[in-house]
């Protein structure tokens, strides 16, 4: 099974990219399911480094803020629980393990703030499930984005980009290039 991205031509990662994991398997090869996940995340997050390293940094956040985001979820929801069967004492000591200074309020007020905040988790765990569905979603425009970027690759260059060919690591290194490339030119414009 190729598990890194240097294994792959860009064609082949584009296919990768809109969900075909047999890209990954050899000949007769059967993949598993979680092996064939971790290793497109893999290969994808190398290709970010690459070719977006600043664009990486910003999926990273995404991902941690979606991982704070379900355990303040499960963290409320296991405390709304404990104050159902009526345990505010042991929901007082979650709250102060979370860092609220819950020690001395008032069984009220623990519910309340349980709500509050339950309410808050599953409201920001919706906003970032959506941004992440409106991805998934755009996945049927990813073809077109690499065609438009090799296409300007191409005209930057001068020289022929063969999908089939070029393997995906050369081709993030052209991106990374290029976008670099264009910086330093917008740069140079606002110092004249």
Not at 90 to 101: N, Q, T
Not at 143 to 157: L, N, V
Request: charged share 25%; aromatic share 6%; with cysteine.
């Amino acid at each position: 099974m190729k598990e890194r991205l240097e294994q792959l031509t860009l064609s082949q990662f584009v296919d990768l990219v809109c969900g075909d994991t047999s890209v990954l398997l050899g000949n007769h090869e059967i993949g598993n399911p979680n092996k064939l996940a971790a290793a497109t995340r893999s290969i994808v997050l190398e290709y970010r480094a690459i070719a977006d390293p600043g664009g990486t940094g910003s999926y990273f956040k995404h991902v941690e803020d979606w991982i704070k985001a379900k355990m303040n979820v499960i963290i409320f929801t296991m405390c709304g629980n404990l104050v159902s069967l009526k345990q505010y004492g042991r929901a007082r000591e979650v709250l102060v393990d979370y860092g609220l200074s819950a020690s001395g309020w008032p069984d009220s007020r623990v519910d309340g703030t349980i709500q509050a905040k339950l309410a808050q988790s599953q409201r920001e765990l919706q906003d970032l499930e959506a941004e992440n569905e409106k991805v998934n979603a755009e996945r049927e425009k990813i073809r077109g984005h690499f065609d438009a970027q090799t296409a300007t690759m191409m005209a930057h260059f001068k020289f022929q980009i063969d999908p089939d060919t070029i393997k995906a690591t050369l081709y993030a290194n052209l991106v990374a290039r290029h976008n670099r490339e264009i910086k330093a030119q917008m740069a140079a414009m606002r110092k004249k």
